[in-house]
């Protein structure tokens, strides 16, 4: 099992600190857990905290993973690089690992996300060519190639149409079913996050404001705290809750 839990971590550039003291309870591996907060709040601050790419007092424990099964896809991936999409999945798979040699296995596994993902046919594609939702797919193949146990994704869906956004979701679900990894996911959509994360932690501010089930976390008090917005949660004709933004609270618009 792969845990992942913050012990008072702060979290700063320079001199400007962002997170004094997050703490947040264990998460557990084999379920995706969602971030979410506003815009400015710390998500992907945590997420760079958390990747080991920023500094800080306070512990980031994880157990039944080492620092090498983390992948980060951060929110900007810049992809300048000179490469088909083939190559640039097999440059991921590679991160960290001694030597280019390449097992037959690892062919196939870079078959297997591109197919998983709907994205066989771009495999010869040229980086620089790809549209902006097409580059986001290949984002997430990069990152899922090595079957890492533990993900950090900051907005993975954000430039994805509605189907595409079901489908790599669907993905990522049925990726911690089958490997027990953690994927942690910053999402802006609440109604998505109902859908499919069963964990959800919260931030503001630069602290860590509810953690737990997603279904307790993402209430309407919670909501307006978060967003100055006044909201209900309904359950849909098919049991499905869902989130419905009335507006702003009256003297505060
Ligand atoms: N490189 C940086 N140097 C200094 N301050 C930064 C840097 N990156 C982010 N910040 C600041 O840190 C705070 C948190 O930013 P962060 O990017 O973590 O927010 P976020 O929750 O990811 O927001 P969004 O939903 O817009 O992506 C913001 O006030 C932001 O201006
Ligand atoms: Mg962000």
């Avoid at 149409?161 to 990894?181: F, I, N, S």
């Avoid at 609440?190 to 993402?218: F, K, S, W, Y």
């Amino acid at each position: 099992m792969v845990t992942l839990e913050l012990d008072r971590v702060e979290a700063r550039y320079g001199r400007k600190v962002i997170y004094q003291e997050a703490t947040t309870p264990v998460v557990r591996g084999g379920e995706l857990t969602a971030l979410v907060g506003p815009n400015a709040a710390g998500k992907s601050t945590l997420f760079r905290r958390i990747a080991g790419q920023l500094a800080g007092a306070g512990t980031v424990r994880i157990t039944g993973a080492s620092a090498a099964d983390l992948r980060y896809m951060p929110q900007d991936t810049g992809m300048n690089a000179a490469l088909s999409v083939y190559e640039s999945v097999i440059l991921a798979m590679k991160q960290g690992k001694v030597g280019w040699r390449l097992a037959a296995g690892e062919l196939a596994a870079v078959d297997t996300i591109l197919d998983r993902l709907n994205i066989a046919a771009l495999a010869e594609r040229q980086l620089a060519e790809l549209s902006g939702g097409q580059r986001q797919l290949v984002s997430i193949a990069q990152t899922l190639v090595s079957r890492p146990k533990l993900v950090l994704m900051d907005e993975p869906t954000s430039a994805l149409d509605l189907y595409r956004q079901y489908e790599v979701l669907e993905v990522l679900r049925a990726y911690v079913a089958e490997t027990g990894a953690i994927v942690m996911l910053a999402l802006h959509d609440l109604n998505q996050v109902m859908r499919v994360c069963t964990t959800t932690i919260a931030v503001a501010d630069g602290q860590v404001v509810a953690a737990g089930p997603t279904l307790e976390v993402l209430n309407p008090v919670l909501i307006r705290r978060l967003y100055g917005v006044v909201s209900r949660i309904e359950t849909c004709s098919r049991g499905c809750p869902m989130m419905i933004v009335d507006g702003a609270p009256q003297g505060n618009a």
